[in-house]
């Protein structure tokens, strides 16, 4: 059933290079995780302007070539398969893609919309103390149709956290950062770069993940939705978890 699903959305938008409509707002990054930054950028348009999030995988160069072309290599594989699985998903809980730009590093960068409110856990963290109890259902009823509609996709994201979750404008959820999200079943040809299952070593964020990818297991919807459940504390009580034992 997956496998027939996710099919029908394999096509996917045409990537757009919005390279000669974007300007970086400042020179530096104003915000990353651990393997990309974010530049806040402006998108220009017919006489109008708005701003736009730019997310360049970060490239760490060493004083060996061979080993700078292997990192240069992994991260557009990296690149190729986030980008391949963002332009063919379309959910009102999914940050979509907007296009790809260059200049912001030796591969391309992908242009995402800009989100007013950050992630969810600085939104919490600066608005925790006021918002309703059904504001708190809002954002995890969204958060939660995000990840079903990932699911009836056969998409497992692999590393769901407050980081990973921004907030737009009107303080709807939107699931982002598909860098070790991964596919099961049978896809097109030419299509299988999707299909590669994160390594069951990167378990992504800690706090959040599952038991069993501490233990080394493969991604599975599961632990999708063990992190969920981690996210759903977290919005109720406007603070981070508490680790008092990893179950390893």
């Known amino acids: 059933?997956?496998?027939?699903?996710?099919?029908?959305?394999?096509?996917?938008?045409p990537l757009a290079d919005l390279t000669e409509q974007v300007a970086r707002e400042s020179a530096i990054h104003v915000d990353g995780g651990a393997c990309g930054d974010v530049y806040k950028?402006?998108?220009?348009?017919?006489?109008?302007?708005?701003?736009?999030a730019v997310k360049s995988l970060r490239c760490f160069a060493s004083e060996d070539p061979e080993e700078n072309q292997r990192k240069l290599e992994l991260n557009n594989k990296i690149l190729r398969r986030e980008l391949g699985l963002l332009r063919r998903l379309e959910h009102s809980n999914i940050v979509p893609l907007?296009?790809?730009?260059?200049?912001?590093?030796?591969i391309l960068a992908a242009v995402l919309p800009w989100m007013a409110n950050g992630t969810l856990h600085s939104f919490l963290k600066k608005k925790g103390q006021t918002l309703s109890i059904?504001?708190?259902l809002k954002?995890?009823?969204?958060?939660?149709?995000?990840?079903?509609?990932?699911?009836?996709?056969s998409v497992f994201h692999g590393d769901l956290h407050s980081g990973n979750v921004l907030i737009d404008e009107e303080q709807n959820p939107r699931i982002s950062d598909f860098g070790l999200a991964?596919?099961?079943?049978?896809l097109q040809p030419g299509l299988s770069y999707l299909q590669r299952l994160s390594s069951a070593s990167n378990v992504g964020a800690v706090r959040w993940a599952a038991p069993e990818?501490?233990?080394?297991?493969?991604?599975h919807p599961s632990g999708d939705m063990y992190s969920l459940g981690?996210?759903?504390l977290e919005t109720f009580r406007g603070r981070k978890r508490t680790i008092t034992r990893l179950l390893l």
């Open 213 to 219: 990818r501490l233990r080394g297991c493969k991604p």
């Open 139 to 153: 954002l995890v009823h969204g958060i939660g149709s995000g990840l079903e509609y990932l699911h009836s996709l």
């Open 41 to 52: 950028c402006r998108r220009y348009t017919s006489g109008s302007s708005s701003l736009v």
């Open 134 to 136: 059904v504001e708190r």
């Open 230 to 232: 981690c996210v759903m």
């Open 182 to 186: 991964c596919t099961i079943g049978k």
């Open 98 to 106: 907007l296009g790809v730009i260059r200049g912001f590093g030796p």
């Open 1 to 13: 059933m997956y496998s027939r699903t996710l099919s029908s959305q394999l096509e996917g938008r």
